[in-house]
């Protein structure tokens, strides 16, 4: 059973387009984060809720908007997308903020 | 938010050599964590130390945490193709409620 599940694994879209991408944890933590990891492999963390609340909005354009369901699913939406848009999306979940991250296998976006 | 830099950025190896890599900030962190990620992989946590000066091995990973915990280091002794990955180090400070990654280093290992 895969603790953090995000998909797609894999997204090729043209630039423009909206694109969702959906993650799910069967861990039973509470709070669970969006990071964007570049060509150069910084991760840098994009949002955190914590049961189902925005906690942690770092510097993204508002086309990026997360939507939380319930504490278990944290999905995000981009509207339209650009090149520089393009990079790995990983999903994390964590008992608290700061305690172990388990990371799902991250979604390759490639804007064209 | 802090800065977590580590060094060096590369490093390519032969398998059964030793190595070091390094995490610093200016920042006093009252955890940190270090991970590894294999490509097409999310990262996986290898260690969570806590308290200033504390040493950790795992197998042959040896992790320490610096006195004033402003900086840590990951030394591998014998390494194997098997250790290759990109090696990244999350520091926590008294107030955040987030972690804050370092900018990692990818290390090779040659058979």
């Known amino acids: 059973d895969t603790a953090v599940s995000q998909t797609p694994k894999y997204l090729v879209t043209q630039m423009g387009n909206d694109k969702s991408i959906k993650c799910e944890q069967n861990?039973?933590?509470?709070?669970m984060y969006w990071y964007k990891q570049d060509s150069k492999k910084f991760l840098k963390i994009m949002f955190s809720?914590?049961?189902?609340?925005?906690?942690i909005n770092e510097t993204v354009p508002n086309r990026f908007s997360p939507k939380s369901p319930d504490k278990a699913h944290l999905n995000l939406h981009i509207n339209s997308l650009e090149l520089g848009d393009s990079a790995v999306y990983f999903c994390a979940s964590s008992q608290r903020g700061w305690t172990e991250a388990f990371f799902g296998q991250g979604t390759r976006l490639t804007v064209v | 938010t802090q800065l977590l830099e580590q060094s060096p950025q590369f490093l390519s190896i032969q398998e059964g050599e030793n190595l070091t890599v390094y995490c610093n900030s200016s920042?006093?962190?009252?955890?940190l964590q270090w991970y590894r990620q294999e490509p097409g992989e999310g990262p996986v946590l290898l260690v969570t130390v806590v308290t200033g000066g504390e040493v950790k091995k795992l197998k042959r990973l040896t992790f320490q945490f610096g006195d004033a915990r402003k900086d840590s280091s990951l030394h591998i002794t014998a390494a194997q193709p098997g250790d290759t990955g990109l090696y990244l180090c999350?520091?926590?400070?008294?107030?955040?409620?987030?972690?804050?990654f370092g900018s990692g280093t990818q290390l090779t290992v040659l058979p």
């Open positions: 999350a520091g926590r400070d008294g107030s955040a409620r987030q972690l804050t």
């Open positions: 920042s006093v962190f009252s955890s």
């Open positions: 809720y914590n049961n189902k609340e925005l906690i």
């Open positions: 861990l039973g933590h509470d709070t």
